[in-house]
């Protein structure tokens, strides 16, 4: 941090470390993940494990309509 302050004083440009620029890399990449991760579990679980909820997003509301 103190190298980021003095560079800003001198005006000279100021390089990261290459294994601070890999550990945001392997942030990012985690992050991206769980997100697909989640995406995928939400569509697996919520709509093929759950028949009702698949026919209520087929059908809708046509089978109240029908009723009446």
């Given at each position: 941090?103190?190298?980021?302050?003095?560079?800003?004083?001198?005006?000279?440009?100021?390089?990261?470390?290459?294994?601070?620029?890999?550990?945001?890399?392997?942030?990012?990449?985690?992050?991206?993940?769980?997100?697909?991760?989640?995406?995928?579990?939400?569509?697996?679980?919520?709509?093929?494990?759950?028949?009702?909820?698949?026919?209520?997003?087929?059908?809708?509301?046509?089978k109240?309509?029908?009723?009446?």
């Open positions: 941090m103190i190298n980021f302050v003095l560079s800003q004083i001198n005006g000279q440009v100021w390089n990261p470390p290459y294994g601070l620029l890999w550990f945001i890399l392997l942030i990012g990449a985690l992050m991206t993940a769980g997100v697909g991760l989640m995406v995928f579990n939400l569509y697996v679980d919520d709509y093929w494990a759950d028949e009702e909820f698949r026919k209520e997003l087929r059908f809708g509301n046509r109240l309509k029908r009723v009446k």
